[in-house]
């Protein structure tokens, strides 16, 4: 049987390894730097954001075009059954109507009126639509990122419909702030602290749906529903 001696042992390179090392750090230091500079680029857009309201010009963008973000919708869409009424909160383009059964009624409300039937919202300024009935389905599509108190969002919008069906990208602790901000997003909640508030709200909440957008970013399909009498009594004893 062989051994392993000091005679066939592989002979190591201090030079190559100090060679490897260096390599490896200046590799390391670049992606900082890049990073780096790329979140100073960002940080005008940023603080914009954060001091701003409601960013109208976007959102009068939005209203005029099909987003690169319409995937989103179609998947909605699918989650969506046969003869209910939606009421779409943010409706932008309104592209969901189109992504839902010929057989569901749509009522779309949205900051800028690009149709004569959008019931007027301003959610950072805590005008809320008056909605003409309760919907079967509440759609909040590409809509929480950018709101600012995000607690009285949901508290507000769980008594528009039975189910909600709610869309979000989360923050991953690690990632940029800043970055999150030069999008437009002005709160930065986890996964977790999205469960937290949810249950807060007293909502059922499942994940129907995830995508990975980039390496700091999950896309998120949730649906919520009340906490039926008798689950809500199982809360309170929970809690007492």
Known sequence: MASCTEGNRPAYNRSDLSLTWKANL???LKTVVTRAVGIARKMPAAVRVACAKTDKKRWLRVSKEIPH??????IIGTLVPEDVSVVDLGA????????LKRSCTYQPCDIIQSSKDVIYCDFNRKR???????????????????IRDPSHFISQIHSYGDVIIFTYN???????????????WLNHLTERQMGELFTKQRLVWQVLHRK?????????IYELRPIQP???????????
């Open 26 to 28: 200046v590799k390391r």
């Open 212 to 220: 990975t957008t980039t390496k700091d970013v999950d896309e998120l």
């Open 170 to 184: 989360p923050y991953r602790p690690g990632a940029s702030k800043i970055e999150r901000l030069a999008c437009g």
């Open 230 to 240: 008798r689950l809500n009594q199982r809360f309170r004893d929970a809690n007492e």
């Open 128 to 146: 809320y639509p008056v909605l003409p009935r309760k919907y079967d389905y509440v759609v909040c599509s590409g809509v929480f990122e950018y």
């Open 69 to 74: 973000w319409d995937e989103r919708n179609a």
């Open 92 to 99: 932008g383009a309104q592209t969901l109507r189109r992504h």
